[in-house]
């Protein structure tokens, strides 16, 4: 089982690189508390052109402490910070990764790219392959400005904190 996080790394190929990180992206969510989660569901959603290819549904359903995890596809960023508590942000929104940054800080909402440089502008998750296994960075002023928490140990595994 991919997730026995955070003790073991995810390994990821070039084909499966986005089956990875979307295991990884569960795994990080497990170890989160979303203030703005409600009715028994965390709703996670992909804003842009979807590098998934559909493969997030596979965690549709999941639970994330006592609420079942749902997927998204929201058509703008207001649609995405009103409906979701975490955003994936695709490389299609990389010019406007900063204000969607922001935008998440503001709403609430846990933000995740894998657009270089993205936790320095305010993601504050942001993963990229190192060595064929997921790394990432972490905002956590970005976090702490949503009141988004992230367990210390998974933090400890960040390759950078801003």
């Not at 965390?42 to 290819?53: A, E, M, Q, T």
């Not at 006592?66 to 997927?71: A, G, M, P």
Request: charged share 20%.
């Amino acid at each position: 089982m991919i997730g026995a996080f955070p003790l073991c790394p995810v390994t990821a190929q070039v084909p499966n690189e986005y089956a990875a990180k979307a295991a990884f992206l569960y795994n990080v969510m497990l170890f989160s508390a979303f203030p703005g989660a409600g009715n028994g569901t965390i709703r996670l959603c992909v804003l842009g052109r979807d590098p998934f290819s559909g493969g997030l549904n596979m965690l549709e359903g999941k639970e994330i402490g006592s609420s079942k995890l749902t997927i998204g596809y929201p058509r703008s960023s207001t649609e995405a910070f009103k409906q979701c508590q975490a955003v994936f942000v695709a490389l299609s929104e990389a010019d406007n990764i900063l204000a969607i940054a922001n935008l998440g800080k503001e709403a609430g909402v846990m933000t995740i790219s894998d657009v270089e440089g993205s936790a320095r502008k305010g993601v504050m998750v942001e993963l990229y392959i190192e060595n064929n296994k997921i790394a990432f960075e972490f905002n956590n002023d970005s976090a702490h400005s949503a009141k988004i928490s992230l367990s210390s140990k998974v933090i400890r595994l960040a390759k950078s904190v801003y």
